[in-house]
Structures are given as C-alpha cells and as structure tokens.
C-alpha cells in the first residue's frame, strides 16, 4: 500500500537526547554551574517546552536558540546576557553537529526497507546542524532527500509542512505515505492533520493517548513486522 516512508530524524533515527547530554556537556562542564545529570534533565525539559511552543506558533526560532539558555541559567540561580547567551547557543550548536549516535536497530531497519519504500526524512531542525549530524552517518545513502523545517518556511506538525513534501515527491496520493515519529504532538498529530497515516515510535512506552496512530511500534525493527 505505502511507496514512501516519512521518517522523523531525531529520537527516530538519531539518537537526540545522548547528542543533546555530550553537547550539553561541552557547554557547561567548563562554566561556574558546572555539568550533571540533573542539569541535563532541566536543559531537556526547558528545551522541550520551547519547542513546542515553537510548533504552536508562540516563539520563533531565532528567540528559541537562546531563550532555552537563558532559562536554564535563570532556573539554576544564575544571569545570563544576551551577547554570552549567543556565545553559548553557537557552541551547543557545534557541538549538536558532531554528535551522529543512532538508535538501536537504525541502521538494519533502514537498509531493508529501503529495498521495497523510498524513504525520506522530515524534521523540526536547524538546517546546518541536522545536516552534518546526518552526513556523519551511514543511514543516509539510503534517504532520496531530507525536508527540513528550517530550510521550508514552515514545520511539523503544520499541515503546510507536508503539503510542500507531497508536492517536491511529486505523488499527491496521501495514502501512499506513512509518516514515522516519536513526537505525539509533531509527527503523529502532524500527520492526522494531513490526512496521511502514522506510526507512533512509541520508544519509551508512554502509550498515544488520543493520538489515534494508525500503527505503534516500541522498537525500529518491528517496522519490518508491520511493512
């Protein structure tokens, strides 16, 4: 039934939260707060909030790249002005680019279903970064083309987003699409919105709520179960 594969990047493929720690590390293991754990979680779930503020239009993305920064700083007791803030988001930035750990399964899971779908990515990204990170691994020979939402004007789970992948793919037929993601709010909700089926990558066993994923994996090789 399905000729594309939508893939989501990071938390789908690319292991997002080991890359946001080691990056995160680079950034504060040097400054006077210092690193650990329990900051990396706080950064984790400030950064998610804007985030997903960002997908319902209440930031953008320039604010975004700092703001995370300076709240975290404001939460750990200390201030942070706005020219050290644009000195640490670079630096988070470059060290995001250099960090390419895959999720378990990826890189089996991709070459077999590349011999049957064409597969693409689509994430909620800066451009430059998400581009190195995805050179740096050997899924990408086995991808036609990545949408990214930095470069597009628009992102998930705007209906607009898919709507512009459709178009460059070049097959309007929505029921020949799955999209793939880990995000409820982003890739599922997305593409309810789009008319076009999802699998919810279900990774930590949270359940979909109601998110009405046509299918649910808690694995990528189980993909190849259900494809």
């Known amino acids: 039934m399905y000729q ?6 990071d938390n789908t493929l690319l292991d997002f939260d080991l890359a946001e720690k080691e990056a995160l590390r680079g950034v504060l293991e040097n400054s006077p707060m210092g690193y650990s754990d329990a ?20 930031t953008t993305r320039e604010r975004l790249r ?31 680019s ?6 378990d399964g990826a890189l089996e899971t991709v070459a077999q279903l590349s011999r049957r779908y064409a597969l693409y990515i689509v994430t909620n990204a800066t451009a430059w970064v998400q581009k190195k990170r995805m050179s740096r691994t050997p899924i990408a020979p086995y991808f036609k ?3 990214i939402s930095h470069e597009m004007g628009c992102a998930k789970p705007e209906r607009i987003f898919f709507d512009q992948v459709l178009s460059d793919i070049g097959d309007s037929h929505r029921e020949s699409y799955l ?6 709010s982003s890739d599922i909700a997305g593409a309810r919105g789009a008319d076009l089926d999802s699998c919810y990558f279900d990774r930590s066993g949270r359940g979909s709520g109601a998110e009405k994923p046509k299918w649910t994996v808690h694995s990528l090789p189980e993909l190849l179960t259900i494809l």
């Open 145 to 147: 083309k990545v949408y």
């Open 98 to 103: 250099e960090q390419a750990a895959l999720i």
């Open 179 to 184: 999209v793939i993601g880990d995000s409820l």
């Open 66 to 96: 700092t703001e995370r920064f300076v709240k975290l700083y404001e939460a750990l007791g200390y201030s942070l002005n706005p020219d050290y803030a644009e000195n640490v988001a670079d630096t988070f930035l470059h060290r995001m």
């Open 4 to 9: 594309y594969l939508l893939f989501d990047a």
């Open 39 to 58: 900051t990396a979680q706080l950064y984790h779930e400030i950064n998610d909030r804007e985030w997903k503020r960002l997908e319902r239009g209440e």
